[in-house]
T-cell receptor
């Protein structure tokens, strides 16, 4: 199946710091999505990207659809404790969706 | 706020037993998905329905897994017989027809096979 590599695998940051994570694929994607999953819950959609180069914000979150269409980035500014969770990228090269391996974020108050 | 409902939230079973999971999508969502998420990994699509029809079950282990959505609303995923390697979170998601890039997930069923 499709491989989506996310990095970093985990992050431990101080409250108030900015966070950056990325996702790369082996093929061109038509859509990139970013989800957040908290323990024992299903993923929640944060941002959806549909065009190469697109930059979209949702509050303190900003995501970009890479120009090559093989990568995407998510930034979180001024992190707060409730940002804790696992962040997944998901991409759609055709009809099916593929999820990345996840970035686990821990915010230290 | 409309949500995807799943039950049970947790299931513990012994290997070789049969298990079934239920999902009720958001009202009006024609597309329903079942995913399996192994601990530490991202969700992996098992089966996708459009109304009552299967549109993609290429990753469903059909020797032991089955899924149905008889009336095009709620859905059941069954495993028979369960194996130790089936321990995982089983997630259901739904979306409006033609909007599969905006899937809404349920809370999942955590399956443990002993």
């Amino acid at each position: 199946g499709q491989q989506l590599n996310q990095s970093p695998q985990s992050m431990f940051i101080q409250e108030g710091e900015d966070v950056s994570m990325n996702c790369t694929s082996s093929s061109i994607f038509n859509t990139w999505l970013w989800y957040k999953q908290e323990p024992g819950e299903g993923p929640v959609l944060l941002i959806a990207l549909y065009k190469a180069g697109e930059l979209t914000s949702n509050g303190r979150l900003t995501a970009q659809f890479g120009i090559t269409r093989k990568d995407s980035f998510l930034n979180i500014s001024a992190s707060i404790p409730s940002d804790v969770g696992i962040y997944f990228c998901a991409g759609q090269p055709g009809n099916q969706f593929y999820f990345g391996t996840g970035t686990s974020l821990t915010v230290i108050p | 706020e409309a949500e995807v409902a799943q039950s049970p939230r947790y299931k513990i079973t012994e290997k070789s037993q049969a298990v079934a999971f239920w999902c009720d999508p958001i009202s009006g969502h024609a597309t329903l998905y079942w995913y399996r998420q192994i601990l530490g990994q991202g969700p992996e699509l098992l089966v996708q329905f459009q109304d009552e029809s299967v549109v993609d079950d290429s990753q469903l282990p059909k020797d032991r897994f089955s899924a149905e959505r008889l009336k095009g609303v709620d859905s059941t995923l069954k495993i028979q017989p369960a194996e130790l390697g089936d321990s995982a979170m089983y997630l259901c998601a739904s979306s409006l027809e033609g909007a599969d890039n905006e899937q809404f997930f349920g809370p999942g069923t955590r399956l443990t096979v002993l």
